[in-house]
């Protein structure tokens, strides 16, 4: 059963700074990685998907990477602006025929204007 | 493209009552779709698949004759709490997805349950 972990759980910084969020799983065998930000009682938005094959993805601000033998994904934010804040989902997908997500509990960012 | 519209988007209503929650996929058609549940300050939970025609497959756990999964079309899937209590409330997510494809959510449903 695949388990994922994210650290830290909140994390509060001032405007500006670059800052890594880490995400860890336990089954390797998966097919990719999203990384989702959700803003408070809101559905899931979509950052970076990263197919099994990719080390990284990048969008605007935003870099993940995938250390799929390891089980370790980072996203990393530059230049943090106050509407980043939001809690921001690891989520592996596995493979075969049933493509499931399993989602971590999240890291709660907020960046101080 | 690929919406995905679910309603409504905040229910509250008596202990036991049935409440049913709709999700659409609004510009594709949707091979599968997901029911997530999310309990506060918790990871989002994996409650049951369903593809269309067919019978949803339901986690360990998650009682099927409580959340009943239709889902009659390509772009509707609907979730029905039966009965619902207390301990049922909480804040209830669809995602869809066509076939190789990512998944879409919904902005999800907080239900209260007096």
């Known amino acids: 059963k695949q388990e994922v972990t994210q650290i830290p759980a909140a994390l509060s910084v001032p405007e500006g700074e670059n800052l890594v969020l880490n995400c860890s799983f336990t089954d390797s065998a998966i097919y990719n990685l999203q990384w989702f930000r959700q803003d408070p009682g809101k559905g899931l938005t979509s950052l970076l998907l990263?197919?099994?094959?990719?080390r990284e993805q990048t969008s605007g601000r935003l870099n993940a990477s995938l250390d799929k033998s390891s089980g370790r994904s980072t996203l990393y934010i530059a230049a943090s602006q106050p509407g980043d804040s939001a809690t921001y989902l690891c989520?592996?997908?596995?493979?075969?025929?049933?493509?499931?997500?399993?989602f971590g509990k999240g890291t709660l960012l907020t960046v101080n204007p | 493209g690929a919406v995905v519209s679910q309603h409504p988007s905040w229910v509250i209503c008596k202990s036991g009552t049935s409440v049913k929650i709709e999700c659409r996929s609004l510009?594709?058609?949707?091979?599968?779709m997901f029911w997530y549940r999310q309990f506060p300050k918790q990871s989002l939970m994996l409650m049951a698949t369903?593809?269309?025609?067919?019978?949803?497959?339901?986690e360990q756990g998650v009682e099927k004759d409580k959340f009943l999964i239709n889902h009659a079309s390509l772009t509707l899937s609907t979730l029905t709490v039966t009965s619902a209590h207390p301990e049922d409330s909480s804040f209830y997510i669809c995602?869809?997805?066509?076939?190789?494809?990512?998944?879409?959510f919904g902005d999800g449903t907080r239900l209260s349950i007096l």
């Open positions: 369903s593809n269309e025609g067919s019978k949803a497959t339901y």
């Open positions: 989520a592996p997908e596995s493979g075969g025929s049933n493509y499931k997500l399993t």
């Open positions: 510009d594709f058609q949707a091979t599968t």
């Open positions: 995602s869809a997805r066509r076939r190789n494809q990512p998944q879409h």
């Open positions: 990263i197919q099994s094959s990719q």
